[in-house]
């Protein structure tokens, strides 16, 4: 994939920018502060101007059937993955792609899709790497970055061009059919695989499971007592942490 990149002081967020029609396949949209940035479950995303990569890249997987379109986000938690590793950071993807070190995260990932006839048409995969900053607002829940675990500083760019490197190379198995590889490679570095946590359902009750995996359409199974094994889409179930 040849990335385009297209670089801001300031935006509202990436992920607006990055969805005029203008952009496209590869073009990658960076800020360097965001006035508006935004996360999952409708949350604000706060990041210090500067210390931080805050971007997004348009993909347009058109090949992708619409009901498969976990496999993308996998995709692109893996990429992310793959990038800490070179950096020497055991990373975990924490269902569905937050990425986390230890009990900690270090990575947002909001993905906003348009379909069409069934298939994928185009996708704004909006990505906040914590990389330099070391103090977060105390309302931010359980951050670290790159700096707080390695104590060392990092070049924004040389991060920015390690996660395209590493997302160039599972897209294109994604588009080469290698779907089930990308699949066990998710679950490997799924974080709490097979670990008892604690879990808040949508009513507040709070449960004790072990995640088993994700189902085909990204589901989380969860096994409980007894071995019964349930599965929760993204707005049934939150980790405890
Ligand atoms: C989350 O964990 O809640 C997702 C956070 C995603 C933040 C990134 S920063 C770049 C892009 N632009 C946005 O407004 N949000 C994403």
Redesign the pocket.
């Known amino acids: 994939m040849r990335f385009r990149f297209h670089f801001f002081d300031t935006l509202a ?3 607006d920018t990055a969805r005029e029609k203008f952009y496209r396949h590869g073009d990658v949209i960076v800020a360097d502060a ?1 006035t508006a ?4 479950r409708g ?1 604000v ?1 706060s ?1 210090s101007p500067g210390l931080n990569l ?3 890249v348009v993909l347009e997987p058109v090949f992708l059937p619409a009901a498969e379109q976990f496999r993308l986000l996998q995709c692109v938690a893996l990429s992310l993955s793959d990038m800490f590793g070179s950096y020497g950071l055991d990373a975990r993807i924490k269902w569905t792609n ?1 990425i986390y070190v230890g009990d900690r995260k270090i990575v ?3 993905m906003e899709q348009s379909l069409r006839g069934g298939y994928m048409d185009r996708c704004v995969v ?3 790497i914590n990389v330099n900053q070391r103090q977060f607002e105390p309302w931010v829940p359980n951050p670290t970055s790159m700096s707080l675990e390695t104590g060392r500083e990092f070049d924004c760019r040389q991060v920015l061009d390690a996660f395209c490197v590493a997302l160039d190379r599972r897209y294109g198995r994604l588009c080469g059919g290698e779907a089930d590889v990308i699949a066990a490679d998710y679950l490997r570095r799924m974080y709490r695989l097979d670990t008892e946590s604690g879990f808040v359902l949508p009513t507040g009750e709070r449960v004790t499971g072990t995640v088993r995996g994700v189902g085909p359409c990204g589901e989380l199974i969860v096994e409980f007592e007894g071995g019964v094994r349930k599965s929760f889409l993204f707005s049934e179930i939150r980790f405890v942490i």
């Open positions: 967020s990436t992920n965001q940035g935004r996360g999952q949350n995303w990041s805050m971007f997004s937050d947002g990932v909001l909006g990505i906040g």
